[in-house]
């Protein structure tokens, strides 16, 4: 697989990162789907073994049990020095009022918490996982920048927020010769192109890499319109619910656009619509979820696969203007 350097920073990651959220224990948080390690291990393996490098969890993810799957497995087969692992804070994990966010006191404990469960001395990427508009952003900056320092993360990311308050954010730390974001985790699909408009822009004038999630739209570009998923994820995932229902008669020409696309080509619609996200100007690299090894096979080929104009063209014609969603 070939590999990609994070918007302008110095770190080089596979051109597919894989999504981690899938693994964990589904006792803890609210991921009723996640798969256990003896499941995520020959997953994460085969990943390894195509050529991913990178991989993407967070403290949330099933409570904390998501990074200790993914620390046991990388030590497993991946040498420390040769993988790039980021991970999140934001979320809560713990009660008391500073159990989530991105104040000082919550920064300093989860970045501890989370490199005990990786087992690890650093991250690569750290990422603040929302906007906190409870904390100053001159303290969750400060704190940032000091995990930096004491060599707990190489780098810093942020995730899905509006594009003045990712701005604001990167003023501030410029202003005081703080370390500043390198990356940008955001939604971004064929069903969903509202970062386009500002975020996009944005991260490419300035130099920070975007990293989408959600690059399938939660499966629904994966499959023939109307086709339902057949997971556990399907019913129980509320966030994935609440995703992708306005204007469900343009979303079903753009669903339709991929799979005529797609067989004409004679591959999967996953793969179309992956490499319709890898080929965008603004995009580093997608962050895909796998519970099946085709869906690793599918990722690692549509970054090889290159749309013409007309292809691209015929999958973006359909699109309308929505409320953006997943803040």
């Known amino acids: 697989m070939k590999t990609v350097r994070l918007g302008s920073s110095g770190l080089v990651i596979s051109a597919v990162v894989l999504g981690m959220m899938s693994y964990g224990d589904r006792a803890g948080g609210a991921h009723e789907w996640s798969v256990d390690i003896s499941q995520a291990g020959p997953l994460v393996r085969r990943a390894w073994e195509a050529g991913t490098t990178t991989f993407d969890t967070a403290n949330v993810y099933s409570l904390g049990s998501s990074e200790e799957i993914t620390g046991t497995l990388l030590k497993e087969f991946a040498p420390r020095e040769e993988v790039q692992i980021a991970t999140k804070v934001h ?3 713990r009660g008391g009022r500073n159990g989530g966010g991105l104040s000082r006191v919550a920064i ?7 490199l005990k469960r990786l087992g690890t001395d650093y991250v690569d990427l750290y990422q603040i ?9 001159e303290e969750t900056m400060e704190a940032l920048h000091d995990v ?8 810093i990311g942020a995730s899905s927020m509006w594009a003045w308050q990712f701005a604001r954010m990167q003023h501030t730390a410029q202003l005081h010769c703080w370390t500043t974001f ?10 969903d192109r509202e970062e386009e408009r500002e975020m996009h822009p944005f991260c490419a004038a300035t130099g920070v890499g975007v990293l989408p999630w959600s690059p399938l739209a939660r499966g629904k570009l994966a499959r023939p319109w109307g086709a339902a998923g057949t997971g556990i994820r399907e019913k129980a995932d509320k966030v994935s619910q609440s995703l992708y229902r306005q204007d469900e008669d343009a979303n079903k020409a753009i669903v339709e656009a991929v799979a005529a696309v797609a067989e004409e080509r004679g591959v999967p619609m996953a793969q179309v619509a992956l490499a319709w996200v890898a080929g965008r100007p603004a995009v580093t690299a997608p ?20 749309l013409t104009q007309d292809e691209a063209g015929r999958l973006e014609a359909a699109y309308t203007p929505r409320y953006p969603a997943g803040f």
């Open 91 to 93: 979320g809560r994990m």
């Open 108 to 114: 300093m404990h989860e970045i501890d918490a989370s």
């Open 129 to 137: 996982h929302r906007f906190d508009p409870d904390t100053p952003i």
């Open 148 to 155: 930096v320092k004491a060599g707990k993360a190489r780098y």
């Open 182 to 191: 390198v990356s940008m985790q955001d939604q971004y699909n064929l069903l």
């Open 287 to 306: 962050i895909v979820g796998a519970t099946k090894g085709r869906h690793i096979d599918d990722a690692v080929a549509a970054v090889e696969l290159e």
